[in-house]
């Protein structure tokens, strides 16, 4: 069965400093991997995908099969990334419906 | 824009009622999900659905059932509701082919006494 663990439940830097949010994944195959974001107030939203292999507000994602990590980096965080993330995985072809494996979420704090 | 609306941000219900959130797209998305949201477990998946009058059980769908009458619409029932699904309920929706991302509604923040 896949699973996504995000081992940081809380993670605090202080603005201009890097972060890493950490995602391991389980899943025999090649699966498709996403993080996505709750700010406060707002709902849950895709922040990227790795077969975009793009940044999204300066954030970036590396799949790594070999460590079958997925982690989240930003060289200078921002206060507006205080935010809950939640790393996602899919299995890939059809025949999952889109569904979603969520990790636990870790919830990021930006210090002034 | 996109658009997916759910009937209440706040639901406070009695033990053994029975409880209907609503959950409503407006993109023509062939698939709808519930998730419930607890701190430090996630989003975990109840139910979802990939048509009209179908529906899939997901990771945790004791307790609940579901409903999908109309695309744009899918209920989740809480049959009896009891204290432990004391939860945040989000629905969400999706374009049938597989590669395209999820789109979730508000929340609903549901109080079981």
């Known amino acids: 069965a896949q699973r996504v663990t995000q081992p940081e439940k809380l993670l605090s830097v202080f603005k201009g400093a890097p972060v890493e949010l950490k995602c391991n994944y389980s899943?025999?195959?090649?699966?498709?991997l996403f993080w996505y974001v709750q700010y406060s107030r707002q709902r849950l939203q895709l922040l990227l995908r790795h077969i975009s292999r793009e940044s999204i507000k300066g954030f970036t994602a590396d799949l790594n099969k070999g460590e079958t990590s997925f982690h989240l980096k930003k060289p200078f965080a921002q206060e507006e990334d205080s935010a809950m993330y939640y790393c996602a995985l899919r299995p890939p072809g059809g025949t999952s419906y889109g569904k979603l494996t969520f990790g636990q979420g870790t919830i990021l704090t930006v210090h002034p | 824009d996109v658009k997916v609306t759910q009937s209440s941000r706040y639901l406070v219900k009695r033990t053994g009622e029975k409880v209907f959130l609503e959950c409503v797209q407006d993109m023509d998305h062939e698939n709808m999900f519930w998730y419930r949201q607890d701190p430090g477990l996630g989003l975990r998946l109840i139910y979802f659905?990939?048509?009209?009058?179908?529906?899939e059980k997901g990771d945790i769908p004791e307790g609940y059932s579901v409903s999908r009458e109309k695309k744009e619409r899918f209920s989740l029932i809480l049959e009896s509701a009891s204290t432990n699904q004391t939860s945040m309920y989000l629905c969400a929706s999706s374009l049938q082919d597989s590669i395209n991302e999820q789109f979730f509604g508000p929340g609903t923040r549901l109080t079981v006494l």
């Open positions: 659905s990939y048509d009209v009058k179908m529906k």
């Open positions: 899943y025999s195959g090649s699966p498709e």
